[in-house]
C-alpha cells in the first residue's frame, strides 16, 4: 500500500499546484483542498489521488472516513506545512511507514472496494 500512498500523494500535491496556478484565489483554493482533502464529502472523504488508487483515510477508533471529522483532515495535514517539521513527516513515511499527523490524529490509511 505504500506505493499506492506516494502515487495519490503524488496526484493530490499536483492538483493543489494547478489550482494554485488561478490567478489572485487560487492559492486559496489549492490550500483548502491541501489542508481538507481527506474529508471531501463529495468523493466519499477521499481526496482524487486517494479515490483512484481506492485508499482512504480513517479513524482508528472506529474505521469512520473522516467527512464528519475535518479537524482531523487538518490537522493531518498541517504538519506537512511547518519548515523542518514537514522533513521529518517526510522521513517517517519514507523510511518508518508511520506519520506524526496520523498518530496525533489516531487516523490510519486503509484499502477500501
Same mark, same amino acid.
Given at each position: ?18 489550482? #494554485? ?43 469512520? #472516513? ?48
Amino acid at each position: 500500500m505504500f506505493t499506492e500512498r506516494l502515487l495519490a500523494a503524488l496526484i493530490d500535491f499536483s492538483i493543489t499546484m494547478g489550482l #494554485s496556478l488561478f490567478p489572485r484565489v487560487g492559492w486559496i483554493f489549492g490550500l483548502i483542498y491541501f489542508l481538507f482533502k481527506d474529508s471531501i464529502v463529495l468523493l466519499d472523504g477521499q481526496s482524487f489521488g486517494r479515490r483512484l488508487f481506492k485508499i482512504k483515510v480513517v479513524t482508528r477508533e472506529n474505521g469512520q #472516513s473522516l467527512i464528519r471529522k475535518p479537524d482531523k483532515a487538518l490537522v493531518r495535514q498541517l504538519i506537512l506545512l511547518i519548515p523542518l517539521l514537514n522533513l521529518v513527516e517526510l522521513y517517517r513515511f519514507l523510511f518508518l511507514k508511520d506519520r506524526f499527523g496520523a498518530k496525533w490524529t489516531q487516523t490510519t490509511v486503509v484499502k477500501v472496494d
